[in-house]
């Protein structure tokens, strides 16, 4: 079994914070230039997931569609299902830029693992329903024989190392050193015949963790 977990395209909010206070979180677009890197991972992806036939698992925003659909891998994909427990991480009420960035404030010195934001989610309500996520794709692959091995989850930054950590059983300390990854990039999950996961590459670590924990790339 494989997973490549890949992170949405550059969008508007990625460059323009107030357009939050503009439009819904789930209705930000691609900007143009993640309109090409979308396009532009085309060839990369295509490669990685031939022959397929591949699951894609999409979370239902207006990025990740975008990005997966300017792909155009149609002639790999067996299924497309939207997961909305692949969303981003819900920000609750954005309409006042004042508020904010109080509460981007607090969630930084609190630690964004266990901070609720006002109306919305904290990281680990994410952690929950990445984690039903992960069992359910699991017991669908393992038994079901027409669901493909390959699988392609097009999410968010935080969501992506969320899905890392339930896999990985990294501690909540390690999980908030490490930053998102770029936009556009992705990272490669691979399940071998003594069901042991290992990832192509770590996340980038802005911090030591301060429990000491590295990031092991494989699990039992």
Known sequence: MRIILLRHAESLGNVDELAYCRIPDHALPLTPRGVQQARGMAPRMRR??????VAAYVSPYLRTRQTFELMELSNLIERIVPEPRLREQDWGNLQDPVDQERQKQERHAFGHFFFRLAHGESGADVDDRVAGFLTELERRVDNDPAHPKNVLVVSHG???RLLCRRLFNWSIELFESLSN???????????????RWHMDRPFTQWRESPDGETQITQVA
């Open 48 to 53: 990685l997931l031939s022959p397929g036939p």
């Open 158 to 160: 935080l969501t992506m």
């Open 181 to 195: 990854p770029p936009t556009c990039d992705f990272r490669v999950l691979e399940r071998d015949s003594t069901g």
